[in-house]
């Protein structure tokens, strides 16, 4: 079936799918995250998601392996360890709901999840607590955070979400929100690609595909980095809530209309 979907796309559906991709890396270099949120959606407007999430996330095992080693030294690690352990744990789940359950009911689901989380965010960041209880449920919360991001990440590569609304939510510096979310989400394509792998969903269309849009991503993502390093800090979480909130909307829109 992949095979017959691979040859039968047509030069605008090709293009159309890889201005998405190339989009979706402009929007990751500068936030550190949107690679999925903007991948999925339009490239989904061409590709079923049973083969977009499965593409996303072989691109982003790649691109991700060099973000572990350029921006290692300004991650959370300690954020990236309790988020990872839910990760593992839910991420298989969210590939068996990839495979049963419809995709328009699992994209509208993920888009409201996504405007809650946002609209949780918007709220002005605050300082996390240091206190011993404070540490206790900051730990609770991100292995919570991290279960969720499974479940999206199984479900349909975007694990985003439920990180992104939490990272903004308190006082950190932007650089090191930006690393901590490229490095985590290297550690999401990992159990996202062996999850998939061993559901079915891998095969040797979805290699050629992530090959080519490998490119596009790295071009995008140039330019994102570029763009990050000249713009002024304050301006970097109302753009990430922009994105945040835009990607839900056209994902709901795609579905309602």
Same mark, same amino acid.
């Given at each position: 079936?992949?095979?017959? $979907?691979?040859?039968?796309?047509?030069?605008?559906?090709?293009? %159309?799918? =890889?201005?998405?991709?190339?989009?979706?890396?402009? &929007?990751?270099?500068?936030? =550190?995250?949107?690679?999925?949120? !903007?991948?999925?959606?339009?490239? %989904?407007?061409?590709?079923?998601?049973?083969?977009?999430?499965?593409?996303?996330?072989?691109?982003?095992?790649?691109?991700?392996?060099?973000?572990? #080693?350029?921006?290692?030294?300004? +991650?959370?690690?300690?954020?990236?360890?309790?988020?990872?352990?839910?990760?593992?744990?839910?991420? *298989?789940?969210?590939?068996?709901?990839?495979?049963?359950? *419809?995709?328009?009911?699992?994209?509208? #689901?993920? !888009?409201?999840?996504? $405007?809650?989380?946002?609209?949780?965010?918007?709220?002005?960041?605050?300082?996390?607590?240091?206190?011993?209880?404070?540490? &206790?449920?900051?730990?609770?919360?991100?292995? %919570?955070?991290?279960?969720? /991001?499974?479940?999206?990440?199984?479900?349909?590569?975007?694990?985003?979400?439920? #990180?992104?609304?939490?990272?903004?939510? /308190?006082?950190?510096?932007?650089?090191?929100?930006?690393?901590?979310?490229?490095?985590?989400?290297?550690?999401?394509?990992?159990?996202?690609?062996?999850? !998939?792998?061993?559901?079915?969903?891998? @095969?040797?269309?979805? &290699?050629?595909?992530?090959? /080519?849009?490998?490119?596009?991503?790295?071009?995008?993502?140039?330019? @994102?980095?570029?763009?990050?390093?000249?713009?002024?800090?304050?301006?970097?979480?109302?753009?990430?809530?922009? +994105? $945040? #909130?835009?990607?839900? +909307?056209?994902?709901?829109?795609?579905?309602?209309?």
């Amino acid at each position: 079936m992949a095979d017959d $979907l691979l040859f039968s796309l047509s030069p605008a559906d090709l293009a %159309g799918a =890889g201005l998405a991709i190339f989009v979706a890396g402009l &929007l990751r270099g500068f936030t =550190g995250f949107g690679f999925a949120l !903007a991948a999925v959606p339009l490239a %989904g407007l061409v590709l079923p998601p049973a083969m977009i999430v499965p593409v996303v996330m072989l691109t982003q095992l790649v691109i991700g392996s060099a973000d572990a #080693v350029r921006e290692r030294r300004a +991650v959370d690690w300690r954020l990236v360890g309790w988020l990872t352990l839910g990760l593992a744990i839910a991420t *298989p789940l969210g590939t068996w709901a990839l495979v049963a359950l *419809p995709g328009d009911i699992t994209r509208i #689901v993920i !888009a409201c999840i996504v $405007l809650l989380g946002a609209a949780a965010a918007w709220r002005p960041p605050r300082a996390e607590s240091a206190g011993e209880g404070g540490l &206790l449920h900051a730990r609770i919360t991100r292995l %919570g955070v991290g279960l969720v /991001a499974g479940l999206f990440t199984g479900l349909a590569a975007m694990p985003g979400p439920p #990180v992104v609304a939490y990272m903004l939510a /308190a006082e950190r510096d932007p650089r090191i929100i930006r690393a901590t979310l490229m490095v985590f989400f290297f550690f999401t394509a990992i159990t996202g690609c062996a999850s !998939a792998w061993f559901a079915g969903l891998i @095969g040797w269309p979805e &290699l050629v595909m992530s090959a /080519a849009a490998l490119p596009l991503v790295v071009g995008g993502s140039a330019i @994102g980095a570029a763009g990050f390093r000249r713009a002024d800090a304050r301006h970097y979480r109302p753009a990430a809530l922009v +994105v $945040l #909130v835009g990607a839900a +909307v056209v994902t709901l829109a795609r579905e309602i209309f």
